[in-house]
């Protein structure tokens, strides 16, 4: 068989970039489709997976990466409660958060609109949290490891809620830096665990600008296909919940793929009594979030210079 192949590689007619795009198509059968790469947020660590293995468990509670690209936040309900070691499907999930989403089957969908869904109700899920829940991807590089990307997924608790002095949750992180008009590509994040919750939540703040070399592997990245397959949530539309998988893995893609999350991925504080309905929880149960947002009781912020940012963010 490897003769056969060698035969074929070195065909003129399937030379070079064409080959290449061959073996791309061939990818795609096999299953492609997810982030190779992702850090998973596990027991309050930052875990690296690569190809579905875990690769490292970071010692330290905080990471700094540089963002170069997000997905709208977007909301998956999960019937049953939450088995790390049952493959599962999520049957309702919004691209948008306000309805399902389009390739969500007729007899999945829970409600015409997300805020009219039983699921998306306080005590539909564990304790008081709701059944339907929000997330984040993200696509980032990290600090010192400009050549790849890794996607991550950012669960509620640590996407909305008001800040607390530096503690600040991504969407209050972001309009801080929109605040003083400046992208949050133009620095180097850094993200810590909130020490005080059960399960993994996270606050960012602002670690220094990005450099000339960081911006260049910015700018290589941005368009790249791994940026894309980072911040894409993709359902599959068939085989539902009748095809095997991997092992302790969750399956979700489109029929032209398939993408592997990690069902710990939200990990949750284990309840006393099992919920009735719960699949995954993301932490500490959040507000609905508003589509006018109320302005936060803080300090006028500076417009300014970057410098001004970083001052802003002393924590000594």
Known sequence: MSNDIDVFKSNPLVAGGLFDRFMDSTKKLVGGGSSSRRISLKGS??????????ISVSKEDTMNVIVVDAA???????????????VSRPMCWSHDTNMPAPEVPADQRQATHCAKCPMNVKGSGQGNSRACRF????AVMLEGELDK?????????SIFGQA???????????????????????????MYFDENSESPKLFFKPARMVDAEETEALMGHIDGEEVKKAITLTVSQSDRGDAPAPDN????????????????EEEAPKPAKAAPVAAVDDGDEVEEPKVVAKKAKAEPQKEGKLADLMADWDDE
């Open 249 to 264: 893995a969750k399956v979700v893609g489109k029929a032209a793929g398939v993408m592997i999350e990690d069902p710990e």
């Open 149 to 157: 990307v890794y996607q991550l997924q950012i669960p509620a608790a």
């Open 135 to 138: 997330s984040q991807r993200m």
């Open 72 to 86: 709208n936040v977007a909301r998956t309900y999960y019937e049953g409660t939450y088995d790390p070691e049952k």
């Open 45 to 54: 660590r930052f875990r690296l997976i690569v190809g579905g293995e875990q």
């Open 164 to 190: 607390d002095g530096n503690k600040m949750p991504l969407q209050a992180y972001a309009k801080y830096l929109a605040e003083h008009k400046t992208p949050i590509q133009a620095v180097v994040t850094a």
